[in-house]
Nanobody
Framework: QVKLVQSGGGSVQPGGSLRLSCAASGFDFSTYSMGWFRQAPGKEREAVAT???????KYADSVKGRFIISKDNAENTLYLQMNSLKPEDTGAYYC??????????????????????WGKGTNVTISS
């Protein structure tokens, strides 16, 4: 049974940093593509960063240069380091996993059903 348990998040001031974690179990983490997605209040879900099974990484333009996605196969954990946070980064952040053979760009841009398995989400609030 695929399980994605998220931690991290919270509230910080603009310019601050946060790190999100996603502990995975129930599947072969090293062979899955993973991603971080977010949904701001009143807006549709969007992809933030994705990493495919070949470790190709893609970022949304809005977070490039500020966010870093990383995948620790030894710890079965996905991370999202978020720096220089802005109020528009506020939202619920979701970790996701996928067993299919799509590339990171597909997962970043497929709005309908980008990934198969989802964490429960964690809230991030950027406010002064």
């Amino acid at each position: 049974q695929v399980k994605l348990v998220q931690s991290g998040g919270g509230s910080v001031q603009p310019g601050g940093s946060l790190r999100l974690s996603c502990a995975a179990s129930g599947f072969d983490f090293s062979t899955y593509s993973m991603g971080w997605f977010r949904q701001a209040p009143g807006k549709e879900r969007e992809a933030v960063a994705t990493i495919d099974r070949r470790n190709v990484i893609k970022y949304a333009d809005s977070v490039k240069g500020r966010f870093i996605i990383s995948k620790d196969n030894a710890e079965n954990t996905l991370y999202l380091q978020m720096n220089s946070l802005k109020p528009e980064d506020t939202g619920a952040y979701y970790c996701a996993a996928d067993s299919r053979y799509y590339g990171a760009y597909y997962y970043l841009t497929n709005l309908q059903n980008p990934m198969e398995y989802w964490g429960k989400g964690t809230n991030v609030t950027i406010s002064s």
